[in-house]
């Protein structure tokens, strides 16, 4: 049996990551415990407050976020931590040589209904070691991510992670508090018949968009010539795990349904750390033109649309994009 720790030991090369990947999972276990006791930890329900994105906030949202930072702000390596329900980025400490980014709780309208949610993470070197952490030490492409990964709050709590090129996967044994190794290296395969995507915004997608969701639907009377199945967990961190898991594509495409909107994911909070996961399990991530993990940052919550997934239908939804825009 590999444990956590172990892993950390034998793999990470870098100390202060192991020590801010310790520090994260282990707030996931207090996290996971809340969950599992669902409404008689009194967490569920508004918190009455919106959170930047302009969106309703859940107690559990403000407590996972919280519980987060306080843990972070306390680790010596942390030189700041931002989160996507805060405007600004928090300064911890200014000798870390890290910054660290999270969705404290990913799909959390999957809270009430006692469906699964997630907390996903990442971590950037902190190039200003000696002064105090702003916005701007955040804004890095997805490809100077150091580590990164989520902890899935489902049927049981499952860590997947990438830390030195592997994306690998723990599951937290309920009976220890020890997260267990179950993958040690994860694979995507390149082909799949499995797709994820809100079809209600079918009106507000791009022309490409609604040829590749019209090819899977004719399934195999159309030009695929073979049939698709759909899934939709409303969260990402489910929908990115059973892509780990068997494959698949994901996809939160443009839409001009909010206008000052250019997709609804968050780049640094969601799209970066799981193209990483993705991109290192051997499958695609794309804005549907340009490989996300290669956008320059300008806004720490800036958002993105995401194809993510299998490589040969990442690969597809992107040439259609190309070529319409040709
Ligand atoms: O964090 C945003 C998010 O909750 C994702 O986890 C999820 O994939 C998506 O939004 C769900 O969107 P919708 O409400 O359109 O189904
Ligand atoms: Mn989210």
């Known amino acids: 049996m590999t444990t956590l720790a172990d892993y950390l030991n034998q793999h990470a090369t870098n100390p202060a990551l ?12 207090t996290i996971s415990q809340l969950l599992r006791k669902g409404a008689l930890a009194d967490i569920l329900g508004e918190a009455g407050n919106q959170n930047v994105q302009g969106e309703d906030q859940k107690k559990l949202d403000v407590l996972a976020n919280d519980l987060l930072l306080d843990a972070l702000a306390k680790n010596a390596h942390c030189a700041g931590v931002a989160s996507e329900e805060l405007d600004d980025a928090t300064p911890a400490n200014d000798d870390g040589s890290l910054l660290v980014l999270f ?31 702003e916005n701007s030490d955040y804004l890095q492409a997805g490809n100077k991510q150091l580590s990164a990964g989520y902890l899935l709050y489902g049927t049981s ?11 690998v996967m723990f599951s937290l044994d309920p009976e220890t508090s020890d997260y267990v190794l179950i993958e040690d290296n994860v694979q995507i395969d390149a082909d799949t018949s499995e797709y994820a995507i809100n079809s209600s915004n079918y009106r507000y997608w791009r ?13 195999e009377t159309g030009l695929r ?6 899934r939709w ?35 640094m909070y969601e799209a970066n750390p799981m193209s990483l996961l993705i991109e290192r399990a051997g ?16 806004d720490i919550h ?7 997934g299998s490589k040969n239908e990442v690969n597809y939804v992107k040439e259609l994009h190309v070529n319409y825009s040709k």
């Open 225 to 230: 010539g073979r049939d698709f199945n759909t």
């Open 157 to 167: 709590t499952v860590l997947a992670l990438t830390i030195a090129d592997k994306v």
């Open 103 to 133: 969705d404290p709780l990913d799909g959390s309208s999957n809270i009430d209904i006692n469906m699964a949610v997630g907390t996903i993470f990442s971590v950037l070197p902190y190039e200003r070691q000696g002064q105090t952490s």
């Open 283 to 298: 499958g695609g991530a794309t804005d549907a033109i340009n490989r996300i993990l290669d956008i320059e940052p300008t």
């Open 207 to 219: 022309a490409p968009m609604q040829q590749y969701i019209d090819e899977l639907i004719a399934g």
């Open 18 to 29: 192991n020590d801010v990947i310790t520090t994260v999972t282990d707030v996931g276990k």
């Open 233 to 267: 967990v409303a969260a990402m961190v489910g929908d990115v795990h059973r892509i780990l898991c068997r494959g698949g594509l994901f996809t939160y495409p443009f839409d001009t349904k909010y206008a000052h909107k250019a997709g609804k994911l968050r780049l």
């Open 302 to 308: 800036q958002r993105v649309p995401v194809v993510l």
